[in-house]
């Protein structure tokens, strides 16, 4: 991570009083015990309380804390919900750690235009809860939905398992209101289709809490399609399952979700949560199709068909929305079912052109073999986003450090046969030494005068998403451990 | 543009000025040559809708046409990447092949703005970002933009996305890209998203209502699950001399009655989904009784390109805005128009299009105003012999206009891409 101000963290109390004359003496926590919540996001091998924590009520406090912090030099860490797979929110110890908690309201609900105004730290599932009863959703459905906030889906670009049909939260947002480093409040976008000039939303979704701090969300929201059906097919090899993948995209279906799983989910998640999974299969796949009754009839036998001729060993259709959900419990189950496995699992997180998959399951096998840990996977295979699974005791002497090397040896393969570094956690702190895996220096540093260009002095967020040293890329990867680098003084983006 | 920029721009505009760089590479040390000697320039694909922007003065001209084909396309993996300059026309011709489409319905600008049809390139789409009118469903070019490269203003090499639909990793510089009218980087290569083209469309069409009513439909069809992809509303103008928009002289469709205006809801699919979709429109929208009649594929496919390539004003010498706003302020907006403007509604009520007869600046300045007080913009899209300029053609406000121009100095430092193009000073 960045070089700690120790300077600044003598300054604390003086930081404090300044903070009192902005935000509510509650709303701010700097207190060891208080702020040792706060240490950790949802990739918890990585933890470090801040300096403080605030949790302003509105934009204007958010604009007068990023002001103080600018004007003052103090690094600022935003943070949603915290359950985010990259340590996008993972404090520095000489940094402000500011929580959008307190922005838990949805402001305005409007049918006539089709969407919803939210405040950042509104979660994800109660957006559609909040339009249900009409009939409407909000389509991004990243697996934390319950948890995780509007904000932080647009900070990180969630996605979900409705992507390839329904798009990530890029294609389902219309507008924000977000706070820059200098203090500046603006609004991008609205309630119309694009906006004019540069697209500032949509450079702003997915920029991991680099640009700004959003304040305010505006959503579109769809109706519910009419009909909704899935199918449940196994597979005796992985290859079988990947051309039936590639065959239902080729015939012209694009289902509303295609999930893919191997033996070993399928095995922990049916004994996790019983949901009737084809235990004999190597492969599984969960192919959900929407629209008008007789439209989805229609793709289901397609579908049908086509498993068949790849030579499918189970189908199951769905009779009715309770068994299509049970098909999802185990998928959706993924996560806790490999916590009941091992001790301690690590999600990776890359995209790969759908026709890649056997080849990429396979240098898994491969890899976890070489690494001795074993190794899960849960692919959108619909958007070609897979999500290994890998199981290690973090107990055990140099584990974590093997898993991260096994888990960054994936992704750099993803990125060999033409996929990319994450399609939907973030590159956070986790994946950060890797992009140079994926841009060259003239790619990043693009990327890093976009930054400077809105946070003149890298105060917001610093540490995340670029390699520390800017040497990196030219001299291709250079693991960065703790901090302990060989030249601690090259300047920092 | 700086006094030195100007300077440049009229010693140099004597010699032959258009460069055509064969491949990246040339572009790069083309625009690194003019970076270092300060000379502005412009970029060009076909030249189709050059003229939406401000007119440019530069020292140079790079024109990108030289860039064409089709460098991977995988029907499977539902994506097409594309040279630069490859024409839109021979990708959709390529995509037909394996029945995919651009989904976002790409508009030939080509006759309206130089009375010939000309889709343009890949790369002209993506820096006007101006989609046809299944926008509201499939999203714009924007959406349908999964990775890119090019050269920025400093003659650097640049790519960003991929060729997947799920990727967050870095900045998404192919949303800035979009809609830049190339102010930011010359692009050299981009890959668009493809999706299958529908079995089938037909047209649901509703006569002779009033704006108030048309609107309610439109809201309901696109509000229902009945996944429609089109929605317009057409009026019945009265005849005032020096309009040229005319809905009956541009639909000669043997299944559409000339009966007052016209609403028209699109639905795509497969045949058997289409039919089933129709009734539960007319069922929910309760027009059974109403003068409706529908257009079935073929003819439904003329009403939609027409619509798109917006023929109604073809031979218009007026001024053509369009605005987008919040589709439920569109009603409010109509009736604060003069009968000065032709209009007619796209996306439900969300996108206007507007003929605006002797049109002055402070005419046009005052529609802005109130579009935006409504929530929208304006854009002016084609100038008109009696105002052949105006000062801003696109709509922005100051701190936007702030953080847009550091976005610029971020890719071109010395203002030598298009300078002027969008917004003075940018």
């Known amino acids: ?493 | 543009m700086s006094i030195e920029e100007k300077q440049n721009s009229l010693t140099s505009q004597d010699s032959d000025s258009i460069e055509y760089p064969l491949n990246e590479k040339e572009v790069s040390s083309f625009i690194k040559k003019f970076y270092k000697s300060n000379f502005p320039v412009e970029l060009i694909g076909t030249g189709s809708k050059k003229k939406i922007g401000k007119p440019l003065q530069c020292a140079k001209t790079l024109s990108l046409s030289k860039l064409n084909g089709i460098v991977e396309y995988l029907p499977e993996e539902l994506y097409i990447k594309v040279k630069a300059a490859t024409p839109i026309q021979k990708i959709e011709e390529e995509l037909k092949k394996n029945k995919q489409q651009l989904a976002f319905e790409p508009i030939d600008f080509g006759n309206l703005l130089n009375g010939k049809s000309d889709y343009g390139t890949a790369a002209g789409q993506v820096a006007c970002n101006i989609s046809g009118p299944r926008r509201f469903k499939v999203g714009s070019v924007r959406d349908h933009l999964l990775g890119f490269r090019g050269v920025n203003g400093r003659g650097e090499i640049i790519k960003s996305g991929g060729v997947v639909v799920k990727n967050v990793t870095g900045y998404d510089l192919s949303k800035l890209m979009c809609g830049s009218y190339g102010t930011l980087a010359a692009l050299t290569e981009v890959t668009f998203k493809v999706l299958p083209a529908p079995d089938a469309g037909n047209t649901l069409i509703i006569h002779n209502q009033k704006i108030e009513t048309a609107l309610y439909f439109l809201d309901k069809a696109i509000s229902s699950s009945n996944d429609v992809s089109g929605a317009i509303f057409l009026p019945k103008e009265q005849d005032v001399t020096g309009f040229k928009m005319n809905i009956e002289n541009t639909f000669k469709l043997n299944d559409l009655k000339q009966d007052g205006s016209i609403t028209a809801i699109r639905v795509e699919g497969s045949k058997k989904s289409i039919e089933q979709r129709m009734k539960n429109l007319v069922n929910e929208l309760k027009i059974s009784n109403h003068n409706i009649s529908i257009l079935e594929s073929l003819q439904s496919e003329i009403f939609w390109t027409k619509v798109k390539n917006l023929d109604f004003f073809l031979s218009t010498n007026n001024s053509i805005i369009r605005i987008v706003i919040p589709p439920s302020e569109c009603v409010n907006l109509v009736y604060q128009m003069s009968n000065k403007f032709r209009y007619y509604l796209d996306w439900g009520g969300a996108l206007m299009w507007m003929e605006a007869f002797e049109l002055s600046e402070e005419m046009f300045e005052s529609i802005r105003k109130k579009v935006v007080r409504l929530g929208g913009y304006v854009t002016m899209i084609k100038n008109s012999d009696y105002l052949p300029f105006v000062e801003d053609v696109f709509t922005i406000n100051s701190d936007r206009f702030n953080i847009s121009q550091n976005i610029k100095k971020s890719f071109d430092p010395k203002r030598i891409l298009n300078p002027g193009k969008m917004y003075t000073g940018i």
């Open chain 1, 1 to 493: 991570m960045p070089k700690v101000d120790r300077k600044l963290i003598s300054k604390k109390a003086e930081i404090v009083a300044s903070l009192k004359k902005i935000l509510k003496a509650e709303n701010i926590l700097d207190h060891e015990d208080q702020t040792r919540p706060f240490e950790t996001d949802a990739l918890s091998a990585y933890k470090q309380k801040p300096l403080v924590v605030v949790f302003p009520e509105n934009t204007q406090e958010v604009s007068k804390i990023l002001s103080y912090c600018n004007q003052s030099r103090i690094k600022v860490v935003p943070r949603g919900a915290g359950t985010g797979l990259s340590g996008g929110s993972l404090p520095l110890e000489d940094s402000i750690l500011l929580c959008l908690g307190k922005f838990n309201k949805i402001i305005n609900i409007d049918f006539k235009n089709r969407c919803v105004v939210a405040q950042p730290g509104v979660t994800n599932l109660s957006i559609t809860k909040a339009v249900e009863d009409h009939g409407f959703y909000y389509a991004p459905d990243p697996s934390s939905q319950i948890a995780c906030s509007i904000g932080g889906n647009v900070a990180e670009n969630s996605g979900g398992v409705h992507s390839l049909k329904y798009g990530t939260t890029t294609n389902n947002i219309l507008g924000v209101e977000v706070v820059f480093m200098d203090g500046t409040i603006s609004r991008l976008g609205g309630k119309t289709f694009d906006s004019e000039g540069y697209d500032l939303l949509g450079l702003i979704t997915g920029s991991e809490g680099l640009l700004c701090v959003i304040t305010e969300v505006t959503v579109k929201i769809l109706k519910k399609p009419q009909t909704v059906k899935a199918a449940l097919i196994g597979f005796s090899s992985i290859e079988d399952g990947g051309n039936c993948v590639s065959e239902i995209i080729a015939s012209g279906i694009i289902p509303a979700g295609m999930e893919m799983m191997d033996k070993a989910l399928i095995h922990a998640t049916d004994d996790f949560v019983k949901a009737g999974y084809p235990r004999d299969a190597e492969s599984m796949l969960i192919v959900e199709l929407d629209g008008s009754e007789s439209e989805v009839d229609e793709l289901i036998e397609k579908v049908n068909s086509i498993a068949k001729k790849n030579k499918s060993t189970s189908i199951k259709i769905s009779k009715n929305d309770k068994q299509r959900l049970k098909f999802w419990a185990g998928r959706k189950a993924a996560f806790p079912a490999c916590g009941d496995m091992a001790p301690d699992y690590y999600c990776m997180d890359g995209t790969i052109p759908r026709g890649k998959l056997a080849l990429v399951l396979k240098e898994i096998a491969r890899l976890s073999k070489k690494y001795n840990l074993p190794v899960a996977n849960a692919f959108h295979a619909g958007d070609g986003n897979l999500h290994p699974l890998i199981m290690y005791d973090a107990n055990e002497k140099n584990s974590l450090e093997r898993t991260e090397k096994f888990g960054a040896d994936i992704l750099k393969y993803c990125v060999k046969v033409g996929g990319v570094l994450t399609g939907e956690h973030g590159v956070g702190v986790e994946k950060r030494e890797l992009m140079c895996e994926m841009f060259n220096n003239n790619d990043i540093q693009q990327q890093i005068k976009i930054k400077k260009a809105l946070d003149a002095s890298s105060l917001l967020n610093p540490g995340k998403v670029y390699p520390i040293l800017r040497k990196c890329a030219e001299e291709g990867r250079i693991h960065v451990h703790r901090g302990k680098t060989k030249f601690p003084d090259i300047p920092r983006f």
